[in-house]
């Protein structure tokens, strides 16, 4: 059964007429008019039109755009400059009318369009809260009740009681997020706003929209960051020049978009890409349920055969997927006890997550991590490197009881809150000896910063067993930024440094195939 819809998109077009003549924004529009109101001289009315038609010409920035987003969903559009992505969000949103077709919306809309849209320049922050909060259809009761928490999410001091017009780019961007992030909307729609604020302001954001996506919010997002498309959208469709040109999972789109930016490519070039990515889709009203066998097979110990009744093409990939979950359960050496603590201790690790973009810890009762350091390989502590520096993570730990099986764990995130890499020492087999009470010890995490450009962020902790209950002696939480440099031109997320040599192929084979 499909969601209800919270966005459905039928058909929607948006034209601007281009005038060839300045002075014609004024005749052409008296010509149509005395057509319209002349009786009777059909002859008279049709050359006026055709008339007042010669003098423009429209210009289609969208033209028959239909989509539907369920509640609670999230889907991303992408498309290069130009290609009608504001222009459709600003008919969604309401801000702009479609020349034809038409746009459904159930529930509030809150919108981060054009940079310090729905501000009054002239007003302070604090004047402007309230306006923009008041246009959401809040109280003014309810903005006094949230007053204190949009100014502590938006960070900007004693800004807020200045006029907007000397606010700088980024600082706008913080108060319209901030009061869109306590109005509780329905909908949030996001349109590159992001990209503007500082690390750990895109940070506190990410996770923000983390936030409304786990209370049901519907979020439609428009970022050229795609690995941030990649990890807050569910569906993403592709515009080109008006058109909307895919439909599908956010790597598709993303793996489209890339090609189409590519230089020389246009969208005839992506025709056979699309119908290569259509005909290998399976839609998931036709994807089967685990049968019982099926979910035995998933759990057992030993490996099953699986019978299933359907479409080839949905057998082939359900038992892909069952046969890797068997090779992962049964490649576990753990005993159960410990498979416990595995699970315990990850989803631990996991569930921390916190919202405002500074450090943030607790614990501390039992013992504390201290001096947190970022080092290069000559010792010296910085915050920015090289791509794939050496580098080492050192924290001093002091214990205020014994701790007989310590865990010290690292965990690298970016600017959006993705975790980039993780580790600790049960997970990674390096147990670390027993801290006596009262005692201390330095722990080093050493290993190469095999990271793309950008901002990272380390996070720390200290914890331990008490039998199967993992208690938490100290946390903290995106304790340092850091900043990586690229080295060369590579992209993605990780370098893998890839070493890259060429020669010539056997002369026995020189096609490559065997006799």
Not at 42 to 51: H, N
Not at 287 to 292: A, V
Not at 323 to 352: F, G, V
Request: hydrophobic share 45%; charged share 20%.
């Amino acid at each position: 059964m499909s969601k209800e819809s919270a966005i459905s998109v039928d058909q929607v077009g948006k034209a601007y007429r281009l005038w060839d003549d300045p002075s014609a924004r004024l005749t052409a529009p008296l010509m149509e008019a005395a057509a319209h109101l002349m009786p009777g001289l059909p002859a008279l009315k049709a050359g006026l039109r055709s008339r007042a038609s010669r003098s423009y010409r429209d210009f289609w920035a969208l033209e028959n755009i239909s989509f539907q987003v369920g509640r609670g969903e999230s889907m991303a559009i992408i498309g290069r400059n130009g290609s009608g992505k504001s222009t459709l969000l600003q008919i969604i949103a309401g801000t702009m009318q479609p020349t034809r077709g038409s746009v459904q919306v159930k529930g509030r809309i809150a919108a981060l369009l054009e940079l310090g849209s729905g501000f009054n320049p002239e007003f302070t922050g604090r004047e402007n809260i309230h306006l923009n909060a008041a246009l959401f259809g809040l109280t003014r009761a309810e903005i006094d009740a949230r007053f204190k928490d949009i100014v502590d999410f938006a960070d900007i001091g004693d800004f807020i009681e200045q006029p907007v017009k000397i606010y700088s780019s980024g600082m706008v961007v913080r108060l319209a997020f901030a009061v869109a992030a306590h109005i509780e909307p329905d909908i949030l729609i996001v349109d590159e706003a992001l990209s503007v604020g500082d690390a750990r302001f895109q940070l506190k954001c990410a996770r923000a929209i983390d936030r409304f996506l786990a209370q049901g919010v519907t979020l439609l997002f428009v970022s050229h960051d795609t690995s941030m498309i990649k990890r807050l959208c569910k569906s993403a469709v592709l515009l080109e020049r008006g058109q909307l040109v895919f439909a599908g999972s956010p790597n598709d789109v993303v793996n489209l978009y890339s090609k189409l930016v590519a230089e020389g490519t246009t969208v005839a070039d992506l025709a056979a890409d699309i119908a290569a990515l259509k005909a290998n889709s399976i839609p998931e009203a036709e994807l089967p349920e685990l049968s019982q066998s099926a979910a035995a097979a998933v759990t057992a110990d030993s490996p099953r055969f699986v019978e299933l009744s359907t479409q080839p093409a949905a057998v082939e990939l359900l038992q892909l997927k069952v046969k890797a979950m068997e090779t992962i359960l049964s490649a576990h050496p753990y005993n159960d006890e410990l498979n416990r603590r595995l699970a315990q201790l990850l989803a631990d690790e996991r569930q921390h997550v916190q919202v405002s973009g500074e450090e943030f810890s607790y614990g501390g009762a039992l013992g504390r991590i201290q001096n947190v350091k970022l080092l290069d390989a000559d010792g010296q502590s910085r915050t920015w490197f090289s791509s794939c520096e050496p580098v080492v993570v050192r924290m001093l730990i002091e214990a205020d009881e014994p701790i007989p099986e310590p865990i010290f764990a690292l965990t690298i995130k970016n600017v959006a809150g993705v975790e980039i890499y993780g580790t600790n020492t049960l997970f990674g087999k390096q147990p670390a000896p027993a801290v006596q009470a009262g005692s201390s010890r330095e722990v080093d995490f050493s290993f190469n910063l095999n990271l793309m450009p950008g901002h990272y962020f380390i996070s720390l902790g200290f914890t331990h067993f008490v039998g199967d209950e993992l208690v938490v002696i100290h946390r903290r939480y995106d304790t340092i930024k850091f900043e990586i440099h690229g080295k060369d031109r590579a992209f993605g997320i990780a370098n893998l440094q890839a070493k890259i040599t060429s020669r010539a192929a056997p002369a026995s084979h020189p096609t490559g195939k065997s006799a």
